[in-house]
């Protein structure tokens, strides 16, 4: 709604009445509403720019990425772009005094230790980082929706029950059973018997290319604030008019938790873990980073640092370059998440 | 407020076990043993190696007197080699030949010289320097800004430091340590050369504490910004300035203290991530610490220092709850324990 006032400001002549013009918006949906202001925020815009980039990056690893990302030559390892010395001053390339580094241009950021193509690995590390920053919100997501929700909705013992269990897991160090029982499923499952359980798992793990294990041990650490959200909003939710005029109209409980409950307090939801992204691809890289992550030779920017760390000094690119482009994703996301919550809930607009 | 301290201490006391337990299973449950190197040993070695660290007793027994080993002090009469006296970790000597002991956790199947307890000792102290470093690090940087990003809300300062805040948040250790050393290991930026690897001086303490609180004190900042302004819109901050209390007052005495609940409560999870944080910084800045060393025995079975290890940070991070807890009755006088 904009208003403009016009006024003539030649002295003597007669004053014009102001002529107002309105502009009447018509009145949109709170989707629809959320969607105009997520889209003129322009770092949340950019924000989607990027991360639409990483998707079809994933998408589109095999056309674009100029080699194969587990091909090693090893002669060709550690070799360096020419352009990489005027950016890292310390690589000294051969020839110079106290020089090293082989160049080589057929590898537009340079090769790894084994003589792997850092660009390609780059391009399907975003594979890993992206399947994890949208599946971790998802298992996340179920898992603690179903409990906060049961929890809220009906309340009494239950609800005293489901928090309990909440409080011990929110009290329990999960991160270090995420590594032990990364750790248990990296080396037993690799040995089992087909037929087994374990075999089974091992084989559900080997399709998704090794990241089953790290979407369950996300779901298992991250879904006790999910679960503590969604209780607080059912509990608010569940005293609002039209849910007693669902059970007036003779509406069974899953009906009203699923259809009215549901749709009212998934803003908030979204916005909590849109946020919680960001944490999500970066404990991937943590994993990664100890070893505990994608089996290799799968690329994922966490191990790349990982490897890229011991050669710091000599080939400060192989660890900065994936360390960019993790900050890249985060950063990302970052503005996204900030930006869906500007959108979905006014009121914290400017409170950050 | 006694007894609450008394009932959350159990409370902990029984997560340890819990944990303790759990990682107990889970270590024998996995394949593969402490002894299963490349080169099977001879089976006469194999026997007399189970029967030393009591390998072949039932599950419970070790349990049991592994936890014993730790739990139960011990008064020892005699004489103590010079390799015995490390054996406790705590070694009280009453007099000339009676000893105090408690809490020994047990010696390390990989490293024959050094047992659980000697990593403890070593290491330790350069971990929890370190953590503790980058903790006071991100709170001394982290609420002031946020607290003028509040104040002065809408200046160039606010958009400034926010915009800082959201990188800081996007840059974990695992990014901020390499470009840190990059930058000013290696590169030699703004003519500071600072140590890259190693650990001894304060200098050396410069780059792994920036790399690992960065993030946090972003993360404070946010928070302390957002919780401060939402407080500062409060009733109570309104007849306090109607009352004619000076700005500096309305603050010091009604907002501030209300306003560092939330970012009280980030701080137990943040203690968390400060710990699992050490491993990745002292991986790249050499630093030596414990984190290799409880990633290490993961990979290697070796099943003391996975305890002694996985018990040291479990209780760190319950405390650390604890203490969040008790800041909360302190910071805000309607929250009381029964």
Same mark, same amino acid.
Request: charged share 15%; aromatic share 12%; glycine share 8%.
């Given at each position: 709604?904009?208003?403009?006032?016009?006024?003539?400001?030649?002295?003597?002549?007669?004053?014009?009445a102001?002529v107002?013009?309105?502009?009447?918006?018509?009145?949109?949906?709170?989707?629809?509403?959320?969607?105009?202001?997520?889209?003129?925020?322009?770092?949340?815009?950019?924000?989607?720019?990027?991360?639409?980039?990483?998707?079809?990056?994933?998408?589109?690893?095999?056309?674009?990425?100029?080699?194969?990302?587990?091909?090693?030559?090893?002669?060709?390892?550690?070799?360096?772009?020419?352009?990489?010395?005027?950016?890292?001053?310390?690589?000294?390339?051969?020839?110079?005094?106290?020089?090293?580094?082989?160049?080589?241009?057929?590898?537009?950021?340079?090769?790894?230790?084994?003589?792997?193509?850092?660009?390609?690995?780059?391009?399907?590390?975003? #594979?890993?980082?992206l399947?994890?920053?949208?599946?971790?919100?998802?298992?996340?997501?179920?898992?603690?929706?179903?409990?906060?929700?049961?929890?809220?909705?009906?309340?009494?013992?239950?609800?005293?029950?489901?928090?309990?269990?909440?409080?011990?897991?929110?009290?329990?160090?999960?991160?270090?059973?995420?590594?032990?029982?990364?750790?248990?499923? #990296?080396s037993?499952f690799?040995q089992?018997?087909?037929?087994?359980?374990?075999?089974?798992?091992?084989?559900?793990?080997?399709?998704?290319?090794?990241?089953?294990?790290?979407?369950?041990?996300?779901?298992?650490?991250?879904?006790?604030?999910?679960?503590?959200?969604?209780?607080?909003?059912?509990?608010?939710?569940?005293?609002?008019?039209?849910?007693l005029?669902? #059970?007036?109209?003779?509406?069974?409980?899953?009906?009203?938790?699923?259809?009215?409950?549901?749709?009212?307090?998934?803003?908030?939801?979204?916005?909590?873990?849109?946020?919680?992204?960001?944490?999500?691809?970066?404990?991937?890289a943590?994993?990664?980073?100890?070893?505990?992550?994608?089996?290799?030779?799968?690329?994922?920017?966490?191990?790349?640092?990982?490897?890229?760390?011991?050669?710091?000094?000599?080939?400060?690119?192989?660890?900065?370059?994936?360390?960019?482009?993790?900050?890249?994703?985060?950063?990302?996301?970052?503005?996204?998440?900030?930006?869906?919550?500007?959108?979905?809930?006014?009121?914290?607009r400017?409170?950050? | 407020?006694?007894?609450?301290?008394?009932?959350?201490?159990?409370?902990?006391?029984?997560?340890?076990?819990?944990?303790?337990?759990?990682?107990?299973?889970?270590?024998?449950?996995?394949?593969?043993?402490?002894?299963?190197?490349?080169?099977?040993?001879?089976?006469?070695?194999?026997?007399?190696?189970?029967?030393?660290?009591n390998?072949?007793?039932?599950?419970?027994?070790?349990?049991?007197?592994?936890?014993?080993?730790?739990?139960?002090?011990?008064?020892?009469?005699?004489?103590?080699?010079?390799?015995?006296?490390?054996? +406790?970790?705590?070694?009280?000597?009453?007099?000339?030949?009676?000893?105090?002991?408690?809490?020994?956790?047990?010696?390390?199947?990989?490293?024959?010289?050094?047992?659980?307890?000697?990593?403890?000792?070593?290491?330790?102290?350069?971990?929890?320097?370190?953590?503790?470093?980058?903790?006071?690090?991100?709170?001394?940087?982290?609420?002031?800004l946020?607290?003028?990003? *509040?104040?002065?809300?809408?200046?160039?300062?606010?958009?400034?430091?926010?915009?800082?805040?959201?990188?800081?948040?996007?840059?974990?250790?695992?990014?901020?340590?390499?470009?840190?050393?990059?930058?000013?290991?290696?590169?030699?930026?703004?003519?500071?050369?600072?140590?890259?690897?190693?650990?001894?001086?304060? *200098?050396?303490?410069?780059?792994p504490?920036?790399?690992?609180?960065?993030?946090?004190?972003?993360?404070?900042?946010?928070?302390?910004?957002?919780?401060?302004?939402?407080?500062?819109?409060?009733?109570?901050?309104?007849?306090?300035?109607?009352?004619?209390?000076?700005?500096?007052?309305?603050?010091?005495?009604?907002?501030?203290?209300?306003a560092?609940?939330?970012?009280?409560?980030?701080?137990?999870?943040?203690? *968390?991530?400060?710990?699992?944080?050490?491993?990745?910084?002292?991986?790249?800045?050499?630093?030596?610490?414990?984190?290799?060393?409880?990633?290490?025995?993961?990979?290697?079975?070796?099943?003391?220092?996975?305890?002694?290890?996985?018990?040291?940070y479990?209780?760190?991070?319950?405390? *650390?709850?604890l203490?969040?807890?008790?800041? +909360?009755a302190?910071?805000?006088?309607?929250?009381?324990?029964?």
């Amino acid at each position: 709604m904009s208003t403009e006032v016009q006024t003539s400001v030649r002295p003597g002549a007669q004053a014009a009445a102001p002529v107002l013009k309105l502009e009447q918006s018509k009145p949109q949906g709170y989707w629809a509403d959320a969607f105009r202001r997520l889209t003129r925020n322009r770092m949340a815009v950019l924000g989607l720019i990027i991360i639409f980039f990483l998707i079809l990056c994933a998408i589109f690893a095999n056309q674009l990425a100029p080699r194969s990302y587990d091909k090693q030559v090893l002669t060709d390892n550690n070799k360096v772009p020419s352009w990489l010395p005027a950016l890292f001053p310390s690589v000294k390339p051969v020839g110079t005094e106290g020089g090293y580094a082989k160049l080589s241009d057929t590898y537009p950021f340079g090769a790894d230790s084994l003589g792997r193509d850092i660009l390609s690995r780059l391009i399907y590390g975003t #594979r890993v980082s992206l399947s994890v920053a949208f599946v971790g919100p998802l298992t996340s997501l179920l898992i603690g929706f179903l409990m906060g929700s049961i929890a809220g909705f009906y309340g009494g013992r239950v609800d005293n029950l489901i928090m309990r269990f909440v409080d011990l897991m929110y009290a329990f160090p999960s991160i270090l059973l995420v590594i032990l029982m990364m750790a248990y499923f #990296r080396s037993s499952f690799n040995q089992s018997a087909p037929g087994t359980l374990a075999f089974a798992l091992n084989q559900i793990d080997a399709s998704f290319g090794g990241l089953f294990f790290i979407f369950v041990a996300l779901g298992i650490t991250s879904w006790e604030q999910m679960a503590r959200l969604t209780r607080g909003q059912v509990l608010s939710a569940r005293e609002r008019e039209y849910v007693l005029a669902a #059970r007036a109209v003779g509406m069974g409980n899953r009906g009203i938790l699923f259809r009215h409950i549901l749709p009212n307090i998934i803003g908030p939801l979204i916005v909590a873990e849109t946020l919680t992204i960001p944490t999500y691809i970066s404990f991937e890289a943590f994993l990664s980073f100890i070893g505990l992550g994608v089996n290799p030779p799968t690329p994922s920017w966490g191990s790349m640092i990982s490897d890229g760390a011991q050669a710091l000094r000599s080939y400060p690119n192989q660890a900065i370059f994936p360390a960019l482009a993790l900050a890249l994703a985060m950063f990302a996301f970052n503005f996204l998440g900030d930006g869906l919550r500007d959108a979905l809930d006014p009121r914290m607009r400017g409170v950050s | 407020m006694g007894a609450f301290i008394i009932r959350r201490f159990l409370w902990m006391l029984l997560v340890l076990f819990g944990v303790s337990v759990v990682t107990f299973v889970l270590m024998h449950g996995v394949p593969g043993g402490p002894f299963d190197g490349e080169k099977k040993l001879p089976p006469e070695i194999l026997a007399n190696i189970n029967k030393k660290y009591n390998l072949n007793d039932p599950l419970v027994i070790q349990y049991l007197t592994y936890m014993g080993n730790i739990v139960v002090p011990r008064i020892y009469q005699g004489e103590l080699t010079a390799s015995q006296t490390s054996d +406790y970790l705590i070694d009280i000597p009453l007099n000339e030949n009676t000893h105090f002991q408690w809490m020994n956790f047990g010696p390390s199947y990989k490293s024959k010289s050094r047992s659980v307890n000697d990593i403890f000792r070593d290491q330790l102290p350069v971990s929890a320097q370190l953590g503790i470093v980058a903790l006071l690090l991100a709170l001394c940087i982290g609420i002031p800004l946020g607290m003028v990003a *509040a104040l002065r809300r809408n200046s160039r300062f606010d958009y400034l430091s926010m915009s800082v805040a959201i990188l800081g948040v996007s840059v974990p250790s695992i990014v901020l340590g390499p470009i840190l050393v990059w930058q000013f290991g290696v590169n030699k930026s703004f003519g500071i050369q600072l140590p890259v690897t190693g650990w001894g001086t304060p *200098a050396h303490f410069i780059m792994p504490a920036f790399a690992l609180g960065f993030a946090s004190s972003a993360l404070f900042a946010r928070l302390t910004r957002a919780s401060l302004l939402e407080v500062l819109n409060e009733d109570y901050i309104r007849t306090a300035r109607a009352k004619g209390l000076s700005e500096r007052t309305v603050l010091n005495v009604h907002a501030l203290k209300n306003a560092l609940i939330p970012v009280v409560t980030v701080i137990g999870p943040l203690f *968390a991530a400060l710990v699992t944080g050490t491993f990745v910084v002292e991986k790249i800045f050499g630093i030596p610490g414990m984190g290799k060393y409880f990633i290490d025995s993961i990979g290697n079975r070796d099943y003391p220092v996975i305890m002694g290890t996985t018990l040291l940070y479990a209780s760190l991070l319950v405390i *650390a709850n604890l203490f969040v807890d008790l800041a +909360y009755a302190w910071l805000d006088p309607r929250i009381r324990y029964s």
